[in-house]
């Protein structure tokens, strides 16, 4: 059992940034890969970003390439997403998620363990 509780969402400028922090508790969360969606109003929540048990194999999707960055700290069980050059189109509930060790990818069911959510607006 994975427990998941994100932070540090906000409201910013475009072309400002913000770093989320997903802080996990339970037994598992070194063996765990962990991604980040997001869901804006009325949209399907969507594939962010995704990084390994290990701390590799991340992979982000096309609309954050070169923007945001995902990071882990095992030691501290915690996962966080840079959010630079943030964009209006960026605004969304922002979810981390964990899968089991290599399960996870680009797809929502991936993930068994999920957190509440925290909320990211940009203002243009």
């Known amino acids: 059992q994975v427990q998941l509780e994100e932070s540090g969402g906000g409201l910013v400028q475009a072309g400002g940034s913000l770093r989320l922090s997903c802080a996990a508790s339970g037994r598992t969360f070194t063996s765990n890969d962990m991604g980040w969606f997001r869901q804006a109003p009325g949209k399907e929540r969507e594939f962010v970003a995704r990084i390994r048990w290990s701390g590799g194999g991340t992979y982000y999707a096309e609309a954050v390439l070169g923007r945001f960055t995902i990071s882990r700290d095992n030691a501290k069980k915690t996962v966080a997403l840079q959010m630079d050059s943030l964009k209006p189109e960026d605004t969304a509930v922002y979810y981390c998620?964990?899968?089991?060790?290599?399960?996870?990818?680009?797809?929502?069911?991936?993930?068994?363990?999920w957190g509440q959510g925290t909320q990211v607006t940009v203002s243009s």
């Open positions: 998620a964990a899968a089991p060790e290599y399960r996870g990818g680009l797809y929502a069911s991936s993930y068994d363990y």
